[in-house]
């Protein structure tokens, strides 16, 4: 029998029993479209994490106080490590011979920035900066110019905007030359950032970057936490650069050997990994759902298939008589039985590409098909199909064929 023909006989088989059926495929259905729409929502916000999260320069690191992305309770130790301070920054820099560059900033959150034109909500971030900090960063000029040292060593009122804020105040006249106050500070804008775009919905053109030195002359030195930013030479040299750095800031903190650093590296590949272990449990909720739907869907697809036996017992005793083998028979049952699954499984693939698409679309992901779980669920349904009709197929070819000639 032509494998086209097995086919046919498959679908007609299917098609005479539409509401067993549809049944059965609907725990396959469930199964699929459960890990197929959350792996579409995590691929799409992994991607736009890969794309769009890349805070820092290419090659670059920073050294900060606290994790970049906490998970739970901060333990004790943690939360009372001590701040970063701009003279370790100082140390460091001369220190650290294996790295092109090393910045540092500081930050100050809800904001609130006038001009003589309008004025920005009170949720405008304010960084005081080194020159070196703007290009570990990637903070690029688009108007103007950047914070340069002769900036820092005189403590000069002045700052460069971002997107969002230069449009804020400044709807109708060039911002350049303009003043901008805050917390009763006067500060002259010398330049326009390269607008950052958005992420997930929300823009990242909202802050503020004056001097270093002019922010700690404002707010203090022992404000916050002073974060120190570290480009390497390449991407040859960025581990090791990395090892010389934590080596380098455990003798200025004086950390005791044998004990855990006192301060954090954060790094682009380092955020986007811890992204990646938070959603691999939302990922593994999906596989447990998957997995007790296809499992559910198996049995039916086992008892659908025994049935099908039962009803086609005559038929397969004719089909013996005539010549057929029992490997014709076995392949025939276990092709129904895949079909079954794979038709399913098409459907619930694009059911979970819509609706985990549509989800991302709401968080401003870029569109996104998970292939290698596309394919991860082809391979379950045939997996099921098998598994689960193997035994109906079995016996459907080991029937007596005089005894399968005589049923009513």
């Given at each position: ?15 005479g ?8 495929v ?5 199964g699929?479209?459960?890990?197929i ?8 916000l992994q991607?736009?994490i ?44 001369e ?6 560059l ?23 971030q304010l960084a ?7 290009l ?28 969002d ?5 400044f ?12 917390d ?16 997930f919905?929300?823009?990242r ?11 700690q ?16 030479h390449?991407p ?51 596989i447990v ?44 049952f276990?092709v ?67 005894e ?5």
């Open positions: 029998m032509k494998f086209w023909e097995v086919l046919k006989v498959a679908f007609a088989s299917l098609r029993n539409k509401l067993r059926s549809s049944l059965t609907l725990g396959i259905v469930i699929i479209f459960s890990i729409s959350i792996s579409t929502v995590i691929t799409m991607n736009s890969s794309e769009g999260l890349s805070q820092l320069g290419k090659n670059t690191f920073q050294i900060q106080k606290f994790p970049a992305m906490q998970q739970g309770r901060l333990s004790d130790k943690i939360r009372n490590r001590k701040n970063l301070t701009i003279e370790e920054y100082y140390r460091l820099r220190m650290l011979d294996e790295a092109k090393v910045g540092a900033e500081q930050w100050q959150f809800g904001k609130l920035f006038k001009s003589q034109y309008d004025e920005t909500n009170a949720n405008i005081g900066a080194t020159p070196e900090a703007m570990t960063n990637d903070w690029q000029v688009a108007d103007g110019r950047s914070i340069n040292a002769d900036d820092m060593d005189r403590n000069r009122r002045v700052c460069v905007l971002g997107v804020v230069a449009r804020k105040l709807p109708r006249v060039d911002p350049l030359g303009q003043e901008v106050k805050v009763g500070m006067r500060l002259d804008v010398i330049g326009v950032l390269v607008t950052r775009g958005a992420m919905g929300q823009s053109d909202g802050f503020v970057v004056t001097p270093l030195s002019t922010f002359a404002k707010y203090g030195k022992t404000s916050r936490s002073v974060n120190i930013t570290v480009m390497a390449s040859v040299t960025y581990n090791r650069t990395i090892d010389a750095a934590i080596g380098h800031m455990r003798t200025i903190r004086k950390v005791a050997p044998g004990e855990e650093n006192d301060f954090d590296i954060f790094s682009n590949e380092s955020l986007i990994s811890q992204v990646g272990q938070i959603t691999q449990y939302v990922r593994l909720g999906a759902i998957a997995f007790i739907a296809l499992l559910a869907a198996g049995v039916g697809i086992m008892n659908i298939m025994l049935v099908s036996v039962t009803e086609r017992t005559r038929e397969i005793g004719i089909r013996k008589a005539i010549g057929a083998k029992k490997r014709n028979i076995l392949f025939q276990l129904e039985a895949v079909t079954l699954c794979q038709f399913g499984g098409i459907i619930g693939i694009v059911l979970g590409l819509g609706a985990g698409n549509l989800a991302g679309k709401a968080l401003n992901a870029a569109p996104a098909v998970p292939l290698d779980w596309v394919l991860a669920g082809i391979g379950l349904c045939v997996l099921v199909g098998v598994g689960f009709g193997t035994y109906p197929a079995w016996k459907a070819a080991n029937l007596d064929p005089i399968a000639l005589r049923y009513e």
